[in-house]
């Protein structure tokens, strides 16, 4: 969280909560659904930016976008994380989410519609249309089992020198980097069940939530 968002909070902690106005799209974009044009989407990337870096969740799994002093919650149209794959010139692949986190893959999931999720270490997140090429190069198929084989990076050097995105990618502050060979079983996931198995509430409203269903 920014300094300067930090600041706003000490200063007006009492700030309510909002919920209905900002949602988090399958490409990983955010829409302003409130009283504006509907699903009018956010592209500054100044404002992309401010946004990746104040993104969090609470411990009911309400993901929230922290706006100086204020709350807006975030609804989800499937996942909490999009990420992205980079390929580097020295042949490994890296992750990254759609707020611009290096991550480290951990598991690989395919729901009914043929989506690709991938749990990482900031959670669960929803492949990017635009890799499936990319992810479907390190494919393998093994007695009608999928797997996928992929040498995983992220480099010590800053990763906006190796790639440009409009959302500045950026280390997180306990990330390791270096190199890691990978190989998972690509496991079946019923996008129902998503959000029950990995503990977030797509449909956040200001009260808590008793469950996610």
């Known amino acids: 969280m920014d ?84 390929p580097l010139e020295s042949g490994e692949l890296m992750l990254s989410t759609h707020t611009g986190l290096l991550d480290w893959p951990k598991a690989m999931y395919q729901d009914e519609q043929g989506r690709v999720l991938i749990q990482g270490e900031q959670g669960i997140g929803l492949l990017h249309s635009s890799d499936m090429e990319l992810l479907a190069a390190g494919l393998q198929e093994k007695d009608t089992q999928l797997s996928h084989h992929a040498v995983w990076a992220i480099p010590e050097v800053d990763p906006d020198t190796l790639i440009a995105t409009r959302t500045r990618l950026r280390k997180g502050k306990s990330t390791p980097t270096g190199r890691r060979e990978c190989v998972f079983e690509m496991q079946g996931i019923q996008s129902s069940q998503v959000a029950a198995r990995f503990n977030f509430e797509p449909n956040p409203e200001i009260n808590k939530p008793e469950s996610i269903q």
């Open 3 to 86: 300094d300067l968002v930090e600041k706003a909070l000490a200063r007006w902690p009492n700030v309510p909560a909002i919920a209905g106005w900002l949602k988090l799209n399958q490409q990983g974009d955010w829409l302003l659904t409130g009283p504006v044009p509907e699903g009018l989407t956010i592209s500054h990337p100044r404002i992309l930016n401010f946004m990746a870096r104040n993104y969090g969740c609470e411990p009911d799994g309400r993901y929230y976008f922290q706006n100086g002093p204020q709350k807006a919650y975030v609804h989800l149209a499937y996942t909490p994380w999009v990420y992205r794959i980079h």
